[in-house]
């Protein structure tokens, strides 16, 4: 009857990998011996098992050596595929310690660092409902000026609305800063600083301090006018696809501007126009409304395959429709893919 033979240790591979990746310096090797007896040779634990170790992690594809139960990448064998150095082992980008043994990474922030950090800033987006910070805490907020509402005097203000990827928010400048917003600076990027989150009837909304700061930034390779930018390649949505879409999403709408429409309405003891442009396609239609763009601007439009690039989202009584930015925020193009199939419905 064969003699049974069993493992000093349960599991050498994972246990010497702890010690390894815990800091303990060791040379420690083992024999591994195949199932026929035949003596394979003796691995460093430290230069071989380890590597391997985070090069399966770093591969998802790999396989087994049955004469040592090791792992190694698929498209080589296993010394060619292990650094053998400490010089190969940081030329992969693996974590190394002087001696040439590999511990794991560390944090590269110091007590300075994190010190200094205290002093700066937090960051939020415009989904203020994202941010978990308590009233009156302060933050800095880059986004784009989508909105410019008329000014009030005694004491001066002006309302304005942001948006970056993450939605919209508003927040009303004073005295100085009022002058620095017109209908041109739609598109533009605005740098918020020191501004407090408050809230009103339970919905949290920007509030300016005294130290608050705004500034209107030149910054094209901003991530966030990118994404203005971007806006403008996004796939146009159908009519009908709208009423899916959630309120203060910046999208373009395409379809054919079938007819315009002209109402005047007092708002804040003022009359105003506002114009309206139907369009309309197979999927249904959709309203695109505007309170800064005279009506012969539509006009030109009527009977027309049309897109509308940029245009913000809202809903009325239940019922969905677009706004017109104002400024270059939104752009009105009759060029594009699919112009005819339109033409051939409008006509059908």
């Given at each position: 009857m064969p003699v049974k033979r069993s493992l000093q240790n349960p599991n050498p591979v994972k246990h010497q990998a702890t010690d390894l990746l815990s800091g303990v310096d060791f040379q420690a090797s083992r024999d591994v011996s195949s199932d026929d007896d035949d003596h394979v040779g003796t691995v460093p634990v430290?230069?071989?098992?380890?590597?391997?170790?985070?090069?399966?992690?770093?591969?998802?594809?790999?396989?087994?050596?049955?004469?040592?139960?090791?792992?190694?990448?698929?498209?080589?064998?296993?010394?060619?595929?292990?650094?053998?150095?400490?010089?190969?082992?940081?030329?992969?980008?693996?974590?190394?310690?002087?001696?040439?043994?590999?511990?794991?990474?560390?944090?590269?922030?110091?007590?300075?660092?994190?010190?200094?950090?205290?002093?700066?800033?937090?960051?939020?987006?415009?989904?203020?409902?994202?941010?978990?910070a308590p009233a009156g805490s302060k933050f800095s907020l880059t986004a784009?000026?989508?909105?410019?509402?008329?000014?009030?005097?005694?004491?001066?203000?002006?309302?304005?609305?942001?948006?970056?990827?993450?939605?919209?928010?508003?927040?009303?400048?004073?005295?100085?800063?009022?002058?620095?917003?017109s209908t041109e600076s739609v598109g533009t990027l605005v740098a918020l600083g020191k501004v407090a989150i408050s809230s009103h009837h339970g919905k949290k909304q920007l509030t300016m301090t005294r130290d608050s700061v705004v500034e209107i930034v030149d910054d094209p390779t901003h991530n966030v006018f990118e994404w203005w930018q971007q806006l403008l390649g996004q796939r146009a949505r159908e009519c009908g696809c709208v009423q899916d879409v959630a309120d203060n999403s910046i999208i373009s709408v395409v379809g054919v501007c079938g007819h315009v429409t002209v109402e005047n309405k007092m708002v804040q003891g003022i009359q105003k126009t506002l114009t309206t442009a139907h369009l309309v396609d197979a999927s249904g239609r959709v309203d695109i409304k505007s309170w800064n763009h005279e009506p012969h601007f539509f006009q030109q439009y009527v009977d027309r395959p049309v897109i509308f690039k940029r245009v913000r989202v809202t809903s009325f009584a239940g019922t969905k429709m677009c706004e017109m930015l104002d400024g270059s925020g939104s752009i009105i193009e009759t060029e594009?893919?699919?112009?005819?199939?339109?033409?051939?419905?409008?006509?059908?």
């Open positions: 430290q230069a071989a098992i380890i590597p391997s170790l985070y090069l399966s992690a770093a591969s998802p594809s790999t396989t087994e050596i049955p004469s040592c139960g090791m792992p190694r990448a698929h498209g080589g064998d296993s010394e060619a595929s292990m650094p053998q150095s400490s010089a190969e082992i940081q030329s992969r980008g693996l974590p190394h310690a002087h001696n040439g043994g590999i511990v794991a990474p560390m944090s590269p922030a110091t007590n300075r660092d994190r010190f200094l950090q205290g002093f700066l800033p937090a960051r939020t987006c415009c989904n203020l409902d994202l941010c978990r784009v000026c989508i909105a410019v509402f008329p000014a009030s005097t005694n004491p001066a203000r002006r309302y304005i609305q942001l948006a970056d990827i993450t939605g919209t928010v508003g927040i009303t400048v004073w005295n100085d800063n009022v002058n620095k917003f594009f893919p699919g112009k005819i199939s339109l033409a051939k419905f409008w006509n059908a």
